[in-house]
């Protein structure tokens, strides 16, 4: 059974980071492009971030660039999203998504269950 497992989440304050992980099993990220998206309390889902199944691409939503960072380890089957310089507005629960298309645009096939992330003082 394919399942994407996020973990990472909790309250952080303004300022700090947060590592978020998203780990898959029962089957290889190798060639599956994932993407983390989030989504804030009475807001509709957004893209955070995409990472190309070849690892060589990336991209990041305007409101993320140069704070967070994507990254994958696939001896780990994992795939990382790094969040620097938090902001409150980054509080939303995130969610990691996988597609075997080459990249996020695409469309996503398999999602996890999500990680909250809080920012707050």
């Known amino acids: 059974q394919l399942q994407l497992v996020e973990s990472g989440g909790g309250l952080v304050q303004p300022g700090g980071s947060l590592r978020l992980s998203c780990a898959a099993s029962?089957?290889?990220?190798?060639?599956?492009?994932i993407g983390w998206f989030r989504q804030a309390p009475g807001k509709e889902r957004e893209g955070v971030s995409c990472?190309?199944?070849?690892?060589?691409?990336?991209n990041y939503a305007n409101s993320v660039k140069g704070r967070f960072t994507i990254s994958r380890d696939n001896a780990k089957n994992t795939v990382y999203l790094q969040m620097n310089s938090l902001k409150p507005e980054d509080t939303a629960v995130y969610y990691c998504?996988?597609?075997?298309?080459?990249?996020?645009?695409?469309?996503?096939?398999?999602w996890g269950k999500g990680t909250l992330v809080t920012v707050s003082s």
């Open positions: 998504a996988a597609t075997p298309k080459p990249l996020c645009r695409y469309g996503m096939d398999y």
């Open positions: 029962g089957f290889t990220l190798d060639y599956y492009a």
């Open positions: 990472i190309s199944s070849s690892g060589s691409a990336t």
